[in-house]
């Protein structure tokens, strides 16, 4: 058994990498353990909705200079309900932000945080196609058992480290026999895929409430990405339509803003679910990001929350002696570093959700009357930016 007396991350997604960067600017060394292939997301098309904190945390870690000509900037949030009153007009400018998010491609910040690795490989080990196929959490120390690409025989191999980071989304927390994760299923799904549309999106993004759940356009490129989420047989009915007519149900749904819907790309679809890890370990195992948290898109911030979880473990690490990493009073000061956060986000989501996407008599009035007086309150309006931004 190979005994390795630092940090193990366990997965090489954007949050692993942030984690193991931060790290590696404190001089704390870190080895990163991913189940895919170097390079095998570089074309994942999916968009990213980065909050300008990530930005500031990107930029920090010498990322941003090498991101920045592949995202898209939303200087502009614009809040409006379908078939109600009331909307609101979220400026960066107003708030002194250069914008209050930006919308990127997974597999284009997964080639910046590499590029950025390989610009400064020293203290951080990336080792690929190394699946976990099992952890065990003791008093002293987490034991990872792993199949190591280059064992052609199958022989699983093992290795012990005072603290296991799972940062792969949550994949190897089936290996892990005993936990409990706290659900809500919401019987919806999303449908997200990219829209042409006949004007420009002037870095405009959207987002609509619908009786049958928020919808969202974000600006990537020249075209807007696009999340339309409902019941889950209602979705089914609409990625089952042929392109025109579903660009015909689109136009109906959110309206004319942006003119035409002239062009969809591929459409991909998923379950939403809230879900939370009811059970954490004492000491020498932390998880993180969606591992930890999964949250409705309709604010966008599962993604940003996940970031902040990686900056603060780093800090936590930076701020521990080698003798104490993973220590239980350790974690536990971690844990209650995140639980605002995460606890609000998880909150916030959950109560646009309920609020936003329902039929009851009189609540598309309450909507109505909400958005806008927030269009008329600039110390709301700086709340919800502040939050947004920066998960306060």
């Known amino acids: 058994m190979q005994t390795i007396n630092h940090p193990v991350v366990i997965g090489g997604g954007p949050v692993g990498l942030v984690l193991a960067l931060s790290l590696q600017q404190s001089a704390v060394p870190v080895t990163v ?42 200087e502009t949030i614009h809040v409006s309900q379908q078939k109600g009153f009331g909307r609101t007009v ?34 951080i080990e990336v080792q690929y196609q190394v699946p976990v196929t099992g952890l065990n959490v003791h008093a002293r120390a987490t034991e990872i058992e792993y199949q190591s690409a280059a064992d052609t025989d199958g022989v699983l191999q093992q290795l012990t480290t005072p603290l296991a980071v799972i940062a792969d989304g949550g994949r190897s927390l089936e290996a892990i026999p005993g936990l409990v994760r706290e659900t809500k299923h919401y019987g919806h799904d999303a449908l997200v895929g990219l829209v042409q549309t006949e004007q420009p999106h002037r870095n405009i993004a959207y987002e609509r409430f619908t009786p049958r759940g928020p919808m969202a356009l974000l600006p990537n490129g020249s075209q807007f990405s696009l999340v339309w989420t409902g019941e889950q047989q209602y979705i089914d009915e609409i990625a089952a339509l042929d392109d025109a007519a579903f660009l015909q149900a689109l136009h109906a749904a959110f309206g004319d803003r942006v003119g035409k819907f002239l062009q ?29 948290q999964t949250m409705h898109p309709v604010a966008g911030q599962g993604f940003n929350v996940g970031i902040r979880d990686a900056v603060a473990l780093a800090s936590n690490v930076a701020a ?12 536990a000061e971690y844990h209650h570093s995140r639980q605002q956060d995460t606890g609000r986000g998880l909150q916030f989501t959950d109560f646009l959700v309920n609020v936003f996407s329902n039929e009851l008599v009189g609540v598309g009035l309450l909507r109505g009357a909400g958005l806008g007086a927030l269009s008329m309150l600039p110390m709301a309006r700086r709340f919800l930016v502040n939050k947004m931004s920066y998960g306060r």
């Open 33 to 74: 353990l991913e189940a895919q292939s170097a390079g095998a997301m570089y074309g994942d098309g999916r968009a990213l909705a980065l909050s300008y904190g990530t930005r500031q945390v990107l930029e920090h870690l010498g990322v941003w200079s090498l991101l920045e000509t592949a995202v898209t900037a939303i």
């Open 90 to 123: 979220l400026k960066a400018q107003e708030h002194d932000l250069p914008a209050l998010g930006y919308v990127v491609s997974y597999g284009a910040l997964m080639q910046a945080l590499d590029a950025r690795i390989a610009q400064s490989p020293v203290g």
């Open 264 to 292: 969809v790309g591929k459409r991909f679809k998923f379950p939403l679910k809230l879900s939370k890890l009811g059970q954490t370990f004492a000491a020498h195992c932390v998880v993180i990001g969606n591992a930890a």
């Open 320 to 331: 521990t002696q080698a003798s104490e990493w993973g220590a239980a009073h350790r974690l």
